[in-house]
């Protein structure tokens, strides 16, 4: 498979010595001749219906424009997670509220010359409360207390998935042969580290443009068109340059509020959030309390599972309730299982709104699921990778819940793999001499996973393309990508590279721009590479056949080449051979255009064709200090069954990012709050990430067994890579301590209380 | 408040506010905008720069404190030709992704360097402990770090 | 709206009656703490004195048996000086555990004492070492231990810190300092301990034992019972459980009933166990 010229190389970035150099603008740092800057007011109070706002100080105070509340505000209500024309959802969410139901909820507005004078200025805002109502933070509470924060209720969405006979199959199991666990996942900040920006301005004729660094920009499109009764024409959403995402960004709520003020002032107008504002009044990683029950047989089959979920949506529905549907659909792809059921509850509480976060509910599913596992492996006396090995599903198995194919699934292979290379049985016998005494204890663990690629047969999941050649035989790839920072403008770029036999740096990829670019539903779902870079190659196929057509016609034109090679039109090498005489691209494509009079562009649609799983299979090796409960992360090893690396150093830098926010979710990171719901950890300084002296050193190995329908046989990577992280964590901490916590992050206290 | 200091190898005064702070005098009054804001609190480092030899957060520095200084952002460097490695081997290395903190990383790795020659590898952590990364899990910038130094080149 | 007044003195006279003369007055030497509470500081109108143009608050000497750190001396150099690392280890490495290197850059630790935050990192190894700092007002200089400081800490409030003044280590001591935070690197202490043990050196008996905890209280806590437990001891004597116990029973008398309890009785004994290993390391004796 070596005769890839482009695809498989690690070749550096586009725009990386931009970003080097501090030469790239990101949105938080664009401005305008006359822009205003909103700064939003957050409730600060985690629950209560305003009586009175008197905004007089503010709006008295010099260089402020104008002050918005519910008063002033379209009360029209919306859901930021509003994807595609008549989604049905329910949409509970307004530009700015009269009802608090979390502490970062949106209360009012200021528009003012400078963000100080607009900061300062929403601290003159008085905001009068009837009363601070109770909170809702206990998930089992919340379900069952009667209170609720929006018209449905409480418990607001329930689903259910099984197929099998689960009911029948815990009858007949033997008790000892059911292993049961309840596991608590954190609620996340998802720590893009640009904060959240965007940029409105109107234009001419009655047209408004905005500038985000979102994931989805005909999705804002078509919310601000909606909230503002504005025809898609006369709204123009431009993808900016983004400072990480990790589905922070996925979900529209700035943007309307900024293209409302826009348009009642006639100026641009910016929101730059600050941190405290990121970490409390954007999304969230869903925080989920889950129960689960496997039943095992002796030898170590799954014989079934019966899962519980609760699902906490926070003060907002959003995506809260589609992400306990994505968590069901992973449960049947990673094992093979015979009998299973998911049943789950969604319900507000009065915290940040959940939402999209890098594996949408697949890290919080696989550490309910997988940590379960080695409970089990642990009761039967079967060793955790062989419990694995015996159950993970093969290539092209059923998914028993009706899922789309799972392709050439090779999860086995990753495991085996990531054994050998992690020297997990050397290890566990290190482990077993050692005992479990002395206050530094070893443990490993290991984490299968699975996830997505698209969309396939559950939502539209489709993308236009454009491509077309300059006559210098360079290209312009105008798609609708989204760059998030993962390099995905460079792999569009390997790919059509790869089939146009174009050095990558000879094409110009263009991100989203709703005026200018064909239609794509956005970037999410891990349907990057495999959707967007499948539309590409496909697009780039086009081309080149159109390349060898209208060289066709110009052959016959051609001086000096005999009749009978003059139809003989091939491409080698990036060039083209015309009978036995080579001509560069350059020289063919200028004539196309003088001669011909035809242009080199295709217009392209491509809709997903499958949705095969992707694999990753974790190793960690972690020390638990009993004293002080930190855990250090000693060994990793990360093996991944992607198909085929576009760029394997862009799917190690995937995977290293994915284990960094995965060790957080495992050992630190959870937006916290006291009894009354006000929020314990509200910046960098109490919400810790890893930094880089608790990052372990991260050994990556890929399993490139190419998948049918992907691009080159490639399959996602950004999202899978963070999926097993936690689970593999806290297995390995369970494993040096000899017990089975599950309630994350296990903080030091956490680990201390568990101790004594 | 009249200020003088030197930016970039260039003499600068300015006449400011002096409760101003220094990222948003570079960013505003300069616009050097490499100098990025994660946190407002000196504990994302992306606003890192160099005064006097030395890595700090421009966050949490007033520009009344700036009398006298030298200060170098990474458009200095820059403009200085030292980017150039950086540039090279962090392109090399992957160690940059959405490139937010990629600045602040530039500016902690060239004073560790001043610093430190041969920095290994847990030396380099610990110097940019204080910036963080989302994106990289840090490791790949722990490589062009050190590909930079073997380069050598900085320091005393 | 009130602008935050700054003003740059070049003499300490001049800070002095600065101090003297306005209300409201805050003093900020590296800024790292101030500065958090900048938009406070803005709205309260409060003055600022920066001392960033005083000139000679930034040496650090060997004075007999004292060190003196001039009150602007950042943490950085502290950490980084041969002589502190030799004549009061354990503050050097409590000035290398303080933030990160940008802040390390920054922070004073005048103003590490000035500030007194509960979990400052210099604070536990400047009371165990019995250090002393000078102040100034308008009205003339005083040297006053760090403890008597942190407790009077209103008095002193229109008081510049000039000067640290540490008794230097001398060779029959052991130093000590430990910190636990949730994170190993950049990170507020969860607890921290600063030690200063003085041994008989003919037979390695501990004849004084000075240890306090910070983290658990605004001004730092002796840990009396333990200070007891070590004195007159050999190293060799010395019981780990009723060492731990006498460290648990301090923090618990310290927080009783605080959420933090529970986890704090049990990490102090984590620096506990490290300073045994100290102990056996540097003064064990046959």
């Known amino acids: ?756 | 408040m009249k200020i003088n200091f030197i930016l970039n190898d260039e003499e600068k005064t300015v006449d400011i506010q002096p409760d101003t702070r220094l990222v948003d005098l570079l960013r505003e009054r300069f616009n050097l905008l490499s100098v990025k804001e994660g946190c407002g609190q000196g504990e994302c480092g992306a606003c890192t720069v160099i005064i006097d030899g030395k890595a700090v957060t421009s966050c949490l520095i007033l520009v009344s404190q700036i009398e006298g200084s030298i200060i170098w952002t990474v458009e200095g460097l820059e403009k200085s030709g030292e980017l150039e490695i950086f540039k090279k081997y962090f392109k090399k290395h992957g160690a940059v992704q959405c490139g937010y903190c990629t600045p602040g990383m530039v500016m902690s790795a060239r004073a560790l360097l001043n610093k430190n020659k041969h920095p290994d590898r847990e030396e380099i952590r610990k110097a940019i402990a204080g910036n963080l990364c989302r994106c990289t899990g840090y490791n790949n910038i722990i490589d062009a770090i050190t590909a930079i130094a073997e380069e050598g080149g900085f320091g005393v | 709206m009130s602008e935050l007044k700054v003003y740059t003195p070049g003499e300490v006279k001049e800070v002095l009656k600065l101090l003297h003369d306005k209300e409201k007055v805050r003093i900020l030497a590296g800024g790292t703490d101030l500065l958090l509470e900048l938009i406070k500081l803005k709205r309260e109108g409060c003055v600022l004195i920066d001392l960033s143009r005083i000139e000679g608050l930034e040496y650090i000497e060997k004075k007999d048996e004292e060190l003196e750190i001039g009150s602007l001396v950042t943490f950085t150099d502290i950490h980084d000086n041969p002589v502190i690392n030799k004549y009061a280890p354990a503050l050097a490495a409590a000035s290398g555990q303080v933030g990160s290197v940008q802040i390390r850059n920054r922070a004073t630790i005048g103003g590490n004492i000035a500030h007194a935050s509960p979990a400052a990192d210099s604070l536990p190894v400047l009371l165990a070492a019995g250090a002393r700092i000078k102040v100034l007002n308008a009205a003339g200089a005083e040297t006053v231990l760090v403890e008597e400081f942190l407790h009077n800490k209103d008095k002193y409030r229109n008081h510049l810190i000039t000067a640290i003044l540490i008794p230097v280590k001398g060779d029959n001591m052991i130093d000590f300092f430990g910190k636990v935070a949730y994170r190993r690197d950049v990170a507020t202490a969860r607890i921290n301990m600063g030690v200063r043990t003085v041994y008989q050196p003919e037979n390695g008996k501990i004849i004084k034992a000075s240890i306090f905890l910070g983290a658990l209280s605004k001004t730092g806590v002796r840990a009396d019972l333990v200070e007891e437990y070590l004195t007159g001891k050999r190293v060799d004597e010395l019981e780990r459980e009723r060492f731990f116990a006498a460290l648990r029973e301090t923090v618990d008398k310290s927080i009783p009933g605080r959420y933090s309890q529970p986890y704090k009785r049990r990490a102090i004994c984590g620096l506990g166990d490290d300073f045994l290993q100290e102990l056996q390391r540097e003064g064990s004796y046959e």
Not at chain 1, 402 to 426: H, Q, V
Not at chain 1, 473 to 486: A, F, Q, Y
Not at chain 1, 511 to 519: C, K, L, M, Q, V
Not at chain 1, 627 to 649: M, S
């Open chain 1, 1 to 756: 498979m070596s005769d890839l010229k482009y695809v498989g190389k690690s070749i550096p970035f586009k725009y990386a010595d931009q970003k080097i150099a501090g030469d790239l603008k990101y949105v938080s740092d664009l401005s305008m001749p006359g822009m205003l800057h909103l700064k939003l007011l957050t409730a600060g109070i985690p629950r209560g219906k305003v009586k009175e706002i008197d905004t007089t100080r503010a709006e008295a105070l010099d260089g402020v424009k104008k002050v918005y509340t519910f008063k002033n505000t379209p009360r029209r209500p919306f859901n930021g997670y509003y994807w595609y024309r008549d989604q049905e959802m329910i949409k509970d969410e307004v530009l700015l509220t009269d009802y608090v139901r979390h502490v970062g909820d949106r209360v009012a507005a200021v528009a003012a010359e400078s963000s100080e004078t607009a900061e300062r200025a929403c601290e003159l805002i008085e905001v009068e409360y009837e009363k601070q109502e109770k909170p809702i933070l206990d998930l089992e509470e919340a379900l069952v207390g009667g209170d609720a924060l929006h018209e449905k209720g409480n418990p607001f969405a329930e689903r259910e998935f099984a197929y099998g006979d689960v009911d029948g199959l815990f009858a007949k199991t033997p008790s000892e042969l059911i292993f049961s666990d309840k596991m608590e996942t954190p609620k996340v900040h998802h720590a893009a580290m640009e904060n959240h920006a965007c940029l409105a301005y109107p234009e001419p004729q009655g047209k408004l443009t905005v500038i985000s660094p979102c994931q989805l920009i005909f999705s804002v499109r078509l919310i601000i068109s909606t909230l503002l009764d504005l025809p898609l024409n006369r709204v123009r959403v431009i993808k900016g340059n983004m400072g990480g995402s990790f589905g922070a960004k996925q979900e529209t709520f700035l943007e309307p509020l900024a293209a409302f003020v826009a348009r009642d002032l006639n100026r641009p107008v910016k929101i730059f959030f600050n941190r405290r504002e990121s970490i409390l009044a954007t999304r969230t990683r869903s925080k989920i309390l889950g129960k689960v029950k496997t039943a095992v047989s002796p030898e170590g089959k799954i014989l079934g599972r019966d899962i519980d979920v609760i699902v906490d949506a926070g003060g907002y529905t959003s995506n809260g309730d589609i992400v306990s549907a994505a968590m069901a659909k992973k449960i049947s792809r990673l094992y093979r299982i015979e009998h299973q059921r998911y049943h789950s509850y969604s319900v507000h509480t009065t915290t940040p709104p959940g939402g999209p976060c890098r594996g949408y509910g697949s890290p919080q599913i696989h550490a309910l699921t997988e940590v379960n596992l080695d409970r089990a492996a642990a009761a039967l006396g079967i060793d955790r990778v062989e419990l694995r090995l015996k159950n993970l599903l093969h290539p092209h198995e059923k998914d028993l819940l009706g899922g789309p194919d799972i392709g050439n699934a090779r999860i086995i292979e990753a495991l085996e793999k990531g054994r050998e290379e992690f020297n997990w049985t050397r290890k566990k016998k290190a482990n077993q001499k050692s005992g479990r005494s002395g206050r530094y204890r070893r443990g490993i663990g290991v984490a299968c996973a699975t996830h997505v690629n698209g969309y396939y047969n559950v939502y539209p999941d489709f993308s236009g393309i454009n491509i077309r050649f300059y006559e210098d035989g360079s290209i312009l790839l105008n798609t609708s990508i989204h760059d998030l920072g993962t390099g995905a403008r460079t792999i569009m770029a390997q790919i059509a590279g790869e089939v146009l036999e174009v050095d990558p740096e000879q094409i110009t990829v263009l991100e989203g721009d709703t005026d200018r670019s064909p239609y794509d539903v956005g970037c999410h779902a891990s349907r990057g590479t495999y959707v967007i870079g499948k539309a590409v190659q496909q697009a780039a196929v086009k081309l080149r056949e159109l390349l060898l057509e209208e060289t066709k016609k110009l052959a016959k034109n051609l001086p000096g080449v005999k009749p009978e090679e003059k139809l003989e039109v091939v491409i080698e090498e990036g060039r083209i051979r015309i009978g036995s005489d080579h001509y560069s691209y350059q020289e063919i494509i200028s004539r196309i255009q003088l001669e011909n009079q035809q242009e080199l562009n295709v217009n392209y649609s491509y809709h997903s064709q499958a949705n095969p799983a992707s694999y990753g299979a974790h190793f960690v090796q972690a020390e638990v200090d009993t004293f002080t409960g930190l855990v250090e992360v000693k060994d990793y090893v990360a093996v991944h069954d992607v198909g085929q690396a576009i760029n394997p150093l862009a799917v190690k830098t995937q995977i290293d990012g994915g284990v960094q926010m995965g060790i957080g979710m495992a050992l630190m990171e959870e937006i916290d709050f006291d009894q009354k719901g006000y929020p314990l950890n509200t910046n960098f300084h109490d919400y810790h990430l890893i930094n880089a002296p608790a990052m372990p050193e991260i050994r990556v190995f890929l399993i490139e067994d190419k998948e049918p329908h992907g691009p080159y046989g490639a399959k996602s990577i950004g999202e899978i890579s963070t999926v097993p992280v936690a689970a593999a964590v806290v297995n390995a901490v369970n494993d040096a301590l000899g017990k089975f916590l599950t309630t994350l992050p296990l903080t030091p206290p956490r680990i201390i209380d568990a101790l004594y």
